[in-house]
């Protein structure tokens, strides 16, 4: 029976939990790559591997131009290499590109001009963000958008939504000049701005009145951690007529696609200021473990939409981090190419050896330590 069991928890954690995982890791870390591959062979570059994920093949196959493309038996990323790649992370090779002939030379990536290097480099992150926003908008153009109506149903006492002076019934129509179309429009805003002063704007029996209000922040322990957001105190209308489906077109579904895409970026960056202020804590620093459980959790309550919408999420998080001027990442290698054209030339092999190295050191200490916060994180749940 324990044998069973084990079997049976094993399968419920591959389906529930793993499954999910590496369709999202795989789709955002494939159109990343993919990026990078088809700029780098419209440039002209010899294209040796592409490959989904780290360490020994488990299984490939070569196309008509000589290109690898493997999946490899670790998960958690991938990469492309190009002709005159040292190594996954695109370090150069001046050995090999010395050893190569002329004409080899001239389809390597150290040949090619800084600015074709650099969109190479930019097109992963790129595609990151186009894949955000391809996602948002086809969801929203194929599905339309669920709109509750910004009305007060209730205030909480003692509140700061009663200490402003709302009152139920009123329907909040802007913050700070930005008009507002549902709650949870309002929400959003008001999360992401605690112990700021705001003027919500109400529409109270036809007419409107300016109300200075100041989101309390609240700890709210969710399923994947503790999250910091402003509140004010007031409840949404439970009335079924208060919901309504809103259809959009093309254009404007790709419009709202580019808003949500630029809307987790300000996040995102909002978090690493106030991170790097102290007014944030890093027990939100996710790692792989909890990038799981999101996905099983996602997949068991929002179904493969859900997941997809988390795909578009987590690519844009990825677009970000790959930009992040450290040596190994993108925009290290960008950091590196702008050095070369301000100077005329670029940085000796022996420095671009050691900003590597450090890059390489940067980027395994932050690996550790989003998986110790998930560890702590996972432990604290049980």
Request: net charge neutral.
């Amino acid at each position: 029976m324990e044998f069973a069991a084990s079997l049976w928890n094993a399968g419920h954690f591959a389906l529930g939990y793993l499954l999910p995982f590496l369709f999202v890791l795989t789709l955002v870390v494939f159109v990343h790559e993919l990026g990078h591959f088809l700029v780098g062979r419209w440039c002209g570059v010899d294209v040796q591997t592409f490959s989904i994920g780290f360490g020994r093949e488990l299984f490939g196959f070569n196309d008509r131009h000589g290109t690898r493309w493997r999946f490899a038996l670790i998960p958690l990323g991938g990469y492309v290499k190009f002709s005159g790649d040292a190594d996954a992370a695109s370090a150069p090779d001046d050995a090999a590109v010395r050893r190569m002939t002329p004409e080899e030379r001239a389809r390597s990536l150290p040949a090619q001009s800084i600015a074709e290097r650099a969109a190479i480099v930019a097109a992963g992150p790129i595609a990151n963000f186009l894949l955000a926003i391809l996602i948002f908008a086809g969801t929203t153009f194929l599905f339309g958008k669920q709109v509750l109506i910004p009305r007060v149903d209730a205030v909480v006492a003692g509140s700061a939504a009663e200490t402003a002076g709302l009152k139920a019934g009123d329907i909040v129509i802007a913050i700070d000049g930005h008009k507002i179309d549902s709650f949870s429009e309002m929400q959003r805003i008001i999360s992401t701005r605690p112990e700021e002063r705001l003027t919500v704007t109400v529409d109270r029996s036809g007419r409107a009145l300016d109300l200075p209000v100041t989101p309390a922040l609240s700890e709210q322990k969710t399923p994947v951690g503790t999250q910091r957001i402003g509140v004010i105190g007031v409840r949404a209308s439970p009335k079924p007529e208060d919901w309504t489906t809103q259809r959009f077109g093309a254009i404007d579904s790709l419009r709202m696609g580019v808003t949500e895409t630029w809307f987790v970026v300000t996040r995102t960056y909002d978090y690493i200021a106030k991170l790097v202020s102290g007014r944030e804590s890093t027990d939100q620093l996710s790692g792989p473990i909890r990038i799981a459980q999101v996905s099983g959790l996602v997949a068991s309550s929002g179904g493969l939409l859900g997941l997809i919408n988390l795909a578009a999420i987590l690519s844009v998080s990825i677009g970000l981090m790959n930009l992040l001027p450290v040596p190994m990442l993108d925009g290290g290698h960008l950091m590196f190419y702008l050095y070369e054209a301000l100077r005329g030339r670029p940085l000796s092999p022996r420095a671009q050896e050691i900003g590597f190295r450090l890059g390489l050191a940067l980027v395994l200490m932050l690996m550790l330590f989003v998986t110790w916060n998930d560890i702590v994180h996972v432990r604290g749940m049980l």
